[in-house]
């Protein structure tokens, strides 16, 4: 590798006081996140000051690779004790680094710095042939649900490059198709939502936490009412309209956007709450975090999140909540639905044993 390479550890407290010296955003070298994200990371009361949070790796003032590692809880069985894991959230490598072991030695050096205690929510296909070697489980086997809603001209090209050819067509044809199917099914979600009414918040208040706990009982990481306010802070997005920042940024972790926020609501009926619903607006993209509810009152707050997508001018929908997504296909009309087999992967080193234990949108998700 080469000899100009600087690898980093970087800990919570070297976070902090990388954040009073402003060492990553002065611009004297590449920011391996942005500042809102670095504040927000601090703010996490499951970290302590010598857990280590990322690896850095940097030849010169370029960042060339980058590990990012979210400390958290799970519990180990239903309703049982917790245990402290980190969640392996981002493994980056730049493209001059791919044909090298620096990517395996960033990771390798993230799993030793903490003991092996990782969790994996999903495993993405250019990492699989790294964790197929190392002492890790699969479990939570699910699926992955994307609605689209409209022709999705970024979905075409991603999928068939030589479409570019036709740009300008496309774009004409998914803004067309966007706003057509957007009429249809904001006129069923209006229709079946005459008697709901919606309480939109930027942090959950004690009231609503009341409503909500019963509903995260079985999660396999333990909420509270302090850790869902600091997973639904939007101060950790910063709103750009300089598009080099928000490309500079999307290889690391991607806060910075010129359309980033998360909606969230409760969902009332006769005065009474009936569901919790929050999600990350990301461009058009829609991504359930929560969507809380019981059998009696599902559907209505299925149409409820419709409602709010279209209105929040969303056209495309993730979640990974089986359930959600095969009745938003059968009730909402939609273009394309791409469905992804994922699975979790825990360290053995964890010990503990994940069988029987799901993952859900909330868990684990920390764009």
């Given at each position: 590798?080469?000899?100009?390479l600087?690898?980093?550890?970087?800990?919570?407290k070297?976070?902090?006081?990388?954040?009073?010296?402003?060492?990553?955003?002065?611009?004297?070298?590449?920011?391996?996140?942005?500042?809102?994200?670095?504040?927000?990371?601090?703010?996490?009361?499951?970290?302590?000051?010598?857990?280590?949070?990322a690896?850095?790796?940097?030849?010169?003032?370029?960042?060339?690779?980058?590990?990012?590692?979210?400390?958290?809880?799970?519990?180990?069985?239903?309703?049982?004790?917790?245990?402290?894991?980190?969640?392996?959230?981002?493994?980056?490598?730049?493209?001059?680094?791919?044909?090298?072991?620096?990517s395996?030695y960033?990771?390798?050096?993230?799993l030793?710095?903490?003991?092996?205690?990782?969790?994996?929510?999903?495993?993405?296909?250019?990492?699989?042939?790294?964790?197929?070697?190392?002492?890790?489980?699969?479990?939570?086997?699910?699926?992955?649900?994307?609605?689209?809603?409209s022709?999705?001209?970024?979905l075409?090209?991603?999928?068939?490059?030589?479409?570019?050819?036709?740009?300008?067509?496309?774009?004409f044809?998914?803004?067309?198709?966007?706003?057509?199917?957007s009429?249809?099914?904001?006129?069923?979600?209006?229709?079946?939502?005459?008697?709901?009414?919606?309480?939109?918040?930027?942090h959950?208040?004690?009231?609503?936490?009341?409503?909500?706990?019963?509903?995260?009982?079985?999660?396999?990481?333990?909420?509270?009412?302090?850790?869902?306010?600091?997973q639904?802070?939007?101060?950790?997005?910063?709103?750009?309209?300089?598009?080099?920042?928000?490309?500079?940024?999307?290889c690391?972790?991607?806060?910075?956007?010129?359309?980033?926020?998360?909606?969230?609501?409760?969902?009332?009926?006769?005065?009474?709450?009936?569901?919790?619903?929050?999600?990350?607006?990301?461009?058009?993209?829609?991504?359930?975090?929560?969507?809380?509810?019981?059998?009696?009152?599902?559907?209505?707050?299925?149409?409820?999140?419709?409602?709010?997508?279209?209105?929040?001018?969303?056209?495309?929908?993730?979640?990974?909540n089986?359930?959600?997504?095969d009745?938003i296909?059968?009730r909402y009309?939609?273009?394309?639905?791409?469905?992804?087999?994922?699975?979790s992967?825990?360290?053995?080193?964890?010990?503990?044993?994940?069988?029987?234990?799901?993952?859900?949108?909330?868990?684990?998700n920390?764009?």
């Amino acid at each position: 590798m080469n000899n100009n390479l600087e690898v980093i550890a970087l800990t919570k407290k070297d976070l902090r006081e990388a954040i009073a010296l402003n060492t990553y955003w002065d611009n004297s070298i590449e920011a391996p996140f942005s500042k809102n994200k670095a504040l927000w990371m601090l703010n996490n009361k499951r970290s302590d000051d010598d857990d280590t949070l990322a690896i850095l790796a940097y030849e010169n003032s370029a960042l060339v690779s980058f590990v990012c590692v979210v400390p958290d809880l799970i519990r180990k069985k239903e309703g049982g004790n917790v245990k402290k894991v980190f969640w392996s959230h981002r493994w980056w490598v730049s493209d001059n680094y791919k044909d090298t072991i620096l990517s395996t030695y960033t990771k390798g050096m993230s799993l030793n710095a903490l003991d092996n205690q990782i969790v994996i929510k999903f495993l993405g296909d250019a990492t699989k042939a790294y964790y197929e070697k190392q002492n890790f489980t699969r479990f939570s086997e699910r699926d992955r649900h994307i609605i689209v809603f409209s022709l999705n001209y970024d979905l075409l090209i991603y999928k068939k490059s030589s479409l570019k050819k036709i740009k300008g067509l496309l774009k004409f044809l998914d803004k067309a198709s966007g706003k057509l199917i957007s009429l249809i099914n904001g006129k069923k979600s209006s229709n079946r939502t005459k008697l709901l009414s919606y309480k939109y918040v930027s942090h959950l208040d004690e009231t609503n936490w009341n409503f909500i706990k019963e509903y995260c009982a079985d999660d396999i990481v333990p909420k509270t009412l302090e850790y869902i306010n600091w997973q639904l802070n939007n101060d950790q997005y910063q709103v750009s309209t300089n598009i080099t920042d928000e490309l500079k940024d999307n290889c690391r972790l991607g806060s910075i956007s010129n359309s980033i926020s998360n909606l969230n609501f409760i969902v009332n009926k006769d005065d009474k709450p009936i569901g919790f619903i929050s999600g990350l607006v990301l461009g058009k993209r829609f991504i359930v975090r929560y969507f809380l509810s019981n059998k009696n009152n599902f559907d209505s707050c299925l149409d409820a999140l419709i409602k709010n997508m279209i209105k929040s001018k969303c056209t495309l929908l993730q979640t990974e909540n089986d359930v959600l997504g095969d009745r938003i296909k059968s009730r909402y009309l939609n273009l394309y639905v791409d469905t992804r087999k994922l699975f979790s992967l825990i360290h053995d080193d964890v010990g503990i044993d994940a069988t029987n234990i799901t993952v859900k949108d909330q868990d684990g998700n920390f764009l």
